[in-house]
T-cell receptor, first 113, second 112 residues
Framework: DGGITQSPKYLFRKEGQNVTLSCEQN?????MYWYRQDPGQGLRLIYY???????QKGDIAEGYSVSREKKESFPLTVTSAQKNPTAFYLC????????????FGPGTRLLVL | QQQVKQSPQSLIVQKGGISIINCAYE??????FPWYQQFPGKGPALLIA?????SEKKEGRFTISFNKSAKQFSLHIMDSQPGDSATYFC???????????FGSGTRLQVQP
């Protein structure tokens, strides 16, 4: 059963705390992405990775960090520097060059206590 | 800086009617234009996509119309059904580059 999994479904963060969102894919896709979704604003790109051990900042990278140590995994850490982290976080992946379709995971909703 | 503008923000259509959502883009380097459908609490799923070398693409009840000179594209949902009630996003990307640039979304409600 191929696809993208994200965990947890809901995550609560205390002020000053770093939290990590998990994203795993078994589609053998090279590229992976993290988007943030806020009401009425669509999806905005946080970070993306085209290959293992390489990643690039997106449009709203401040306060976030990522790693790409394995092809199937692309975790996102929301640091204490992100002052407004409440949002729906979506991970996506894309097949190799020539294929443009991005496939999305089910998302993680992050709430601040 | 919003490179893809989407309208309307919300849309109410009667069952069996036609739903029309419009998008306009600024960057002429965009060459891939997908539409995504998202249900509450779920990730977006690809609905249909088009490249600028064609003016229209149809898949079942869903049609994309593309106007390259006007830098606009639209999604038409024929015979709209209550199950089509969702949020729809247009997007654009440059081949082989980065990620998708999304519109702000349209919340569609199809009334029975």
């Amino acid at each position: 059963d191929g696809g993208i999994t994200q965990s947890p479904k809901y995550l609560f963060r205390k002020e000053g705390q770093n939290v990590t969102l998990s994203c795993e894919q078994n589609l053998n896709h090279d590229a992976m992405y993290w988007y943030r979704q806020d009401p009425g604003q669509g999806l905005r790109l946080i970070y993306y990775s085209q290959i293992v051990n390489d990643f690039q900042k997106g449009d709203i990278a401040e306060g976030y960090s990522v790693s790409r140590e394995k092809k199937e995994s692309f975790p996102l850490t929301v640091t204490s520097a992100q002052k407004n982290p409440t949002a729906f976080y979506l991970c996506a992946s894309k097949a190799p060059a020539g294929h443009e379709t991005q496939y999305f995971g089910p998302g993680t909703r992050l709430l601040v206590l | 800086q919003q490179q893809v503008k989407q309208s309307p923000q919300s849309l109410i259509v009667q069952k069996g009617g036609i739903s029309i959502i419009n998008c306009a883009y600024e960057n002429t380097a965009f060459d891939y234009f997908p539409w995504y459908q998202q249900f509450p609490g779920k990730g977006p799923a690809l609905l249909i996509a088009i490249r600028p070398d064609v003016s229209e693409k149809k898949e079942g009840r869903f049609t994309i119309s593309f106007n390259k000179s006007a830098k606009q594209f639209s999604l038409h949902i024929m015979d709209s059904q209550p199950g089509d009630s969702a949020t729809y996003f247009c997007a654009a990307s440059i081949k082989g580059r980065r990620a998708l640039t999304f519109g702000s979304g349209t919340r569609l409600q199809v009334q029975p």
